[in-house]
């Protein structure tokens, strides 16, 4: 393979865990850390509203499990849009976009929405001649299946735990 030719659709990761927009900054944690994965699209169904890094998650991180429930994580985005990539973009443009916009994961869409991630890792991995081979089969994108809900502690007036 040739990196010359290569495209975001070549190297992209396919199969996305995604958090919905209105969803809470604990379950996105909790969904990046189930799934292992530093970046996690912020969607709108399939529209993809931007990438929301384990590291601006940590930095707005303030108060506890009441806090963290309570706002969406559409509000820990950045205001300036997210570079977007297509399928057939070339990865040396994907690896320009990361550099200009300062990131290091560039979401792929299609007219239908985000079908892929193209992440530094994945652009290490076509630099060392490990690109997956190319397939024709769509990306997959899959939000939270459950719901978290911080249990707090109640007072007792009994005066145990």
Same mark, same amino acid.
């Given at each position: 393979?040739?990196?010359?030719?290569?495209?975001?659709?070549?190297?992209?990761? *396919?199969?996305?865990?995604?958090?919905?927009?209105?969803?809470?900054?604990? !379950?996105?944690?909790? &969904? !990046?850390?189930?799934?292992? /994965?530093?970046?996690?699209?912020?969607?709108?169904?399939?529209?993809?509203?931007?990438?929301?890094? *384990? =590291?601006?998650?940590?930095?707005?991180?303030?108060?506890? @499990?009441?806090?963290?429930?309570?706002? @969406?994580?559409?509000?820990?985005?950045?205001?300036?849009?997210?570079?977007?990539?297509?399928?057939?973009?070339?990865?040396?443009?994907?690896?320009? &976009? !990361?550099?200009?916009?300062?990131?290091?994961?560039? @979401?792929?869409?299609?007219?239908?929405?985000? /079908?892929?991630?193209?992440?530094? *890792?994945? /652009?290490?991995?076509?630099?060392?001649?490990?690109?997956?081979?190319?397939?024709?089969?769509?990306?997959?994108?899959?939000?939270?299946?459950?719901?978290? =809900? @911080?249990?707090?502690?109640?007072?007792?007036? !009994?005066?145990?735990?």
């Amino acid at each position: 393979m040739n990196m010359e030719s290569l495209t975001a659709g070549q190297v992209m990761t *396919r199969v996305l865990v995604a958090v919905k927009a209105g969803e809470s900054p604990l !379950m996105a944690w909790e &969904l !990046m850390r189930r799934a292992q /994965v530093h970046h996690l699209p912020v969607v709108d169904g399939r529209h993809v509203l931007g990438i929301l890094t *384990r =590291e601006r998650l940590a930095a707005s991180w303030s108060g506890g @499990p009441q806090e963290q429930s309570s706002r @969406p994580v559409r509000t820990l985005l950045g205001r300036d849009p997210a570079p977007r990539a297509r399928q057939d973009t070339p990865l040396s443009r994907v690896a320009a &976009l !990361m550099l200009d916009a300062g990131c290091d994961a560039v @979401p792929v869409v299609s007219d239908d929405g985000l /079908v892929g991630l193209v992440t530094a *890792r994945d /652009v290490l991995s076509a630099v060392a001649g490990r690109a997956r081979p190319a397939t024709t089969e769509p990306g997959e994108v899959v939000t939270g299946m459950f719901h978290l =809900e @911080p249990v707090l502690p109640h007072d007792n007036p !009994m005066g145990g735990a």
